[in-house]
């Protein structure tokens, strides 16, 4: 993924292009899916270059205006597809699916942030019992406050499936 701030299309293609060449030499894989995980908005440019000349068939970004993660919510639009040429352009068809990650909370981190985590040191940190370390009664809450949230997120997407990521900046 490139570069999210990189506003011309040249660096988007170049660091797009070097990172799939790494990928494929020492992997032997070439991406399908793609995830802006800092994003500072969201151009056509982005979306046109990601699919059919990347050959991208979905993108997930996480940060996004409070305003337009409110409205996509409400609207149940928190994943579809994107479609960023302008109406009547029949050369072509970009749509890619799109989807946001962090249980929708305009991040990128795992449902209730620090409620899910399994790195001890970081549990530390925010004074948060680890999930390793819970006593039976405790993890069975803990299971159901977490199919709480999921259920939360699931009344917020058109579709029965949706996108979980787990961890954060520097931890799982």
């Known amino acids: 993924m490139h570069d999210e701030a990189c506003t011309h299309y040249m660096g988007m293609i170049d660091q797009t292009t070097t990172g799939h060449s790494f990928l494929q030499r020492h992997l ?3 991406p399908k899916v793609a995830w802006q995980l800092d994003p500072f908005g969201h151009s056509a440019t982005q979306a046109c270059l990601m699919t059919h000349k990347m050959g991208m068939n ?3 970004f996480g940060r996004l205006d409070y305003e337009d993660l409110e409205l996509r919510k409400n609207e149940q639009r928190c994943e579809g597809l994107w479609n ?3 109406p009547g352009n029949t050369t072509v068809d970009p749509t ?3 989807g946001l990650t962090g249980s929708y909370s305009g991040n990128y981190g795992p449902p209730g942030f620090k409620d899910f985590m399994f790195d001890e040191l970081y549990c530390k940190k925010w004074g948060v019992t680890p999930l390793t370390l819970l006593n039976e009664t405790e993890l069975h809450n803990k299971l159901e406050y977490f199919l709480e949230l999921m259920a939360k997120q699931a009344s917020q997407t058109k579709t029965q499936d949706i996108l979980l990521t787990m961890g954060t900046d520097f931890t799982f």
């Open 28 to 30: 032997g894989v070439i």
């Open 58 to 60: 979905a993108i997930y």
């Open 96 to 98: 890619i699916f799109f």
């Open 84 to 86: 960023p040429t302008t």
